[in-house]
């Protein structure tokens, strides 16, 4: 199996800083894409950021200019480095794999448990 675990939310003042981590372990071949997304309450699951093993960006135009995601491929991590952040901000959130098992294995999506991040003054 696959694990993720995320970690760095908690409470903020609007226009602070937080940073996310999220942890892959398991069995694990090879990572293609590793991502945030987030969930407030009343709302839909949404994409916040991903990156691709090859460096491959891709931000949501809500957090363009304000969050920053960055990998470290060897050591199985995805971080989010948010800036600026806001009361809209506030929200559960996930961290996302799309994880090769074996070298003839197919693809899989993980999730983790999510972590909350609270944008309030």
């Known amino acids: 199996q696959v694990q993720l675990v995320e970690s760095g939310g908690g409470l903020v003042q609007p226009g602070g800083s937080l940073r996310l981590s999220c942890a892959a372990s398991g069995r694990i071949f090879s990572i293609y894409s590793m991502g945030w997304y987030r969930q407030a309450p009343g709302k839909q699951r949404e994409l916040v950021a991903t990156?691709?093993?090859?460096?491959?960006?891709n931000y949501a135009d809500s957090v363009k200019g304000r969050f920053t995601i960055s990998r470290d491929n060897a050591k199985k991590l995805v971080y989010l480095q948010m800036d600026s952040l806001k009361s809209e901000d506030t929200a559960v959130y996930y961290c996302n794999a799309d994880v090769q098992r074996a070298l003839l294995g197919g693809r899989y999506i993980y999730w983790g448990q999510g972590t909350q991040v609270t944008v309030s003054s």
């Open positions: 990156s691709t093993t090859s460096g491959s960006t």
